[in-house]
């Protein structure tokens, strides 16, 4: 179970940006991601997601703007210390054992080494953790990527992209690891570019494209209400009975079908008022916005870039 504290911010941006020469690549992000929740950082690849969450580690430097972790400047030990992370794929060594390299981690941070198994278990890799990091597949590579990133038992995780690259069931494997890591008090910060990913792990969800911040809330605000499609005859009359009962503003006509933008429970409603005006009814059902199509009003249908771009 999540414990969220909506007045306690673990991270918090104000205007963040970042210029590179003349491209603003972040351009004014406020982010403010609350202590005990999952929080998605959802945007196409190149809309500035990663450089946004090396700011925040204090790998890249601001630009413009205020930001503070757990607290602290980014880059602060005082912060980092309460922070894991996993940006652009883990760089262990590859003729080290999985269970050497976060021995050799948990040394530099100062870790004790029984915490190496127990993040071995968190992460379902206990029976491969003698065997070489480069004979892992790279579903495992992630997963002792995140089991890095755990070492510290973090208060926060940021994880970039962590399904990139990964088959069905390599991704829902994550999808999983990810929902267990995202309980009691630890907050995750998580970038993606899956919509399903989002969608079923997170508590609330920030929209980026072309380095903005378009959109900020829960999947269900970012939705917005649902509508309702009817198809009825003669549809000039049953046009002006829907304006009647919902208003001008919330009926329209797509393809010679009703949109209605109303809650479900008005379905009845609505069909009681269209039948006693003799309107015959051959279709009513509710449809439901998808956070794939907000995204992509969102962002105008923003596609994948080409390799080597900023993301």
Do not use: W
């Not at 959109?215 to 003669?234: K, S």
């Amino acid at each position: 179970m999540r414990n969220i504290h909506d007045d306690v911010h673990v991270v918090q941006a104000r205007g963040l940006t970042k210029v590179y020469g003349a491209r603003r690549v972040v351009d004014g992000v406020d982010l403010m991601v609350r202590a005990g929740e999952v929080y998605g950082f959802l945007g196409p690849n190149g809309a500035g997601k990663t450089t946004t969450l090396r700011i925040l580690l204090g790998l890249v430097r601001l630009s413009e703007g205020t930001v503070r972790v757990l607290g602290h400047r980014p880059g602060d030990p005082r912060g980092l210390i309460g922070v894991g992370a996993l940006v652009e794929g883990p760089g262990l060594y590859p003729y080290l054992s999985g269970r050497d390299n976060l021995r050799v981690m948990a040394r530099y941070a100062g870790v004790p080494m029984r915490r190496v198994d127990e993040v071995l278990e968190l992460v379902n890799l206990t029976d491969r953790a003698a065997d070489r990091f480069a004979t892992y597949s790279l579903g495992m590579k992630q997963r002792l990527g995140v089991a890095a990133a755990l070492l510290k038992d973090p208060k926060l995780l940021i994880l970039d992209e962590p399904s990139n690259g990964l088959d069905p069931a390599g991704m829902a494997e994550m999808r999983r690891l990810i929902r267990r890591l995202g309980t009691g008090e630890r907050t995750v910060l998580l970038s993606s570019h899956q919509l399903a990913e989002v969608e079923e792990i997170c508590d609330r969800v920030g929209v980026i494209s072309q380095g903005r911040m378009l959109a900020e809330g829960t999947v269900a605000e970012l939705r917005g209400e649902g509508q309702l499609m009817v198809r009825a005859d003669p549809l000039p009359r049953a046009r002006e009975v829907a304006e009647r009962v919902l208003g001008p503003q919330r009926v329209s006509v797509v393809d010679g079908v009703l949109r209605l933008r109303t809650a479900p429970h008005r379905a009845a409603v609505v069909n009681r008022a269209l039948v006693a005006a003799d309107v015959a009814v051959s279709e009513l059902r509710v449809v439901e916005r998808t956070l794939e199509d907000v995204f992509f009003e969102l962002t105008g249908g923003a596609g994948q870039p080409r390799v080597g771009e900023e993301r």
